[in-house]
Antibody, heavy 120, light 110 residues
């Protein structure tokens, strides 16, 4: 069965960086993309970005553009999201999800989420 | 890219039908048939309910249906059931090759 298992909660100070991992199993990793979505406490969903696991093509959301890097490792079927220069409003749950390969237009399986807390 | 516009809340009695609207622009909903809908229960990850405007993933009840007219997409839940309570989010592909979500709609079963 398709599963995406994310790394554990993280606490960082403003200005620091964080890297969240997402281990995929149960499907052909290189035949899909991986989308990252975040959710601030009590708020709605925000699209962070998408990466094609086969060729590495990626797109990023405007709010994190320039501070985020999405990568995939096809040998370990793991996706990573690194967010730099953290601010307090980066606090929230970060989800990875299996996306389509071409444009990342929808996600059919989701990870359990990783809580990232940014606090001095 | 501005968020898509959804009503904050929608409610209905068991067995009734409700519709959630999702309004975008000609740069997203109005141009692309790449609208998806997600259900989220408290403390859980979102679940895909509709993709590409009208398509239901396997395992999703046929009580859920999607449509689109102009810049507005809609999700209809027929035969409302208590387990349908939760938050619903629409999302669309955009002309800048990115995605945008709606602000979310809280569905309450009375």
């Amino acid at each position: 069965q398709v599963q995406l298992v994310q790394s554990g909660p993280e606490v960082r100070k403003p200005g620091a960086s964080v890297k969240v991992s997402c281990k995929a199993s149960g499907y052909s990793f290189s035949s899909h993309g991986v989308t990252w979505v975040r959710q601030a406490p009590g708020q709605g969903l925000e699209w962070v970005g998408w990466i094609n696991a086969y060729n590495g093509k990626r797109n990023y959301g405007q709010k994190v553009q320039g501070r985020v890097t999405l990568t995939t490792d096809t040998t370990t079927t793991t996706a990573h999201m690194e967010l730099r220069s953290l601010k307090s409003d980066d606090t929230g749950i970060y989800y990875c999800a299996r996306g389509d390969m071409v444009r990342g237009i929808f996600e059919d399986f989701w990870g359990q989420g990783t809580l990232v807390t940014v606090s001095a | 890219q501005s968020a898509l516009t959804q009503p904050a809340s929608v409610s209905g009695s068991p067995g009734q039908s409700i519709t959630i609207s999702c309004t975008g622009t000609s740069s997203d909903v109005g141009t692309y048939n790449y609208v998806s809908w997600y259900q989220q229960h408290p403390g859980k990850a979102p679940q895909l309910m509709i993709y590409e405007v009208t398509n239901r993933p396997s395992g999703v009840s046929n009580r859920f249906s999607g449509s689109k007219s102009g810049n507005t997409a809609s999700l209809t839940i027929s035969g409302l059931q208590p387990e349908d309570e939760g938050d619903y989010y629409c999302s669309s592909y955009t002309s800048t090759d990115t995605r945008v979500f709606g602000g979310g709609t809280k569905v309450t079963v009375l």
